[in-house]
C-alpha cells in the first residue's frame, strides 16, 4: 500500500480553511462551531467602547 497519494482538491480546501483558522470559535445556535474573525473581535472592542 503507497503512503503517497496525490492531493485532491478536499485537501487543498481544508488546508485553506486550516490556515484561516486561529483556534477561537463559539458554537451557534444551532450548534455549528464558527470561527471567531478578526471582525468579530473588532465589533465586540467598539461596542464595548460605547459604554
Known sequence: MSKNRPN???DKQEDTVAADFNGAAIIDEQGVEVP????????ACDELGDY
Open 8 to 10: 485532491s482538491s478536499d
Open 36 to 43: 471567531i474573525t478578526e471582525d468579530m473581535v473588532q465589533t
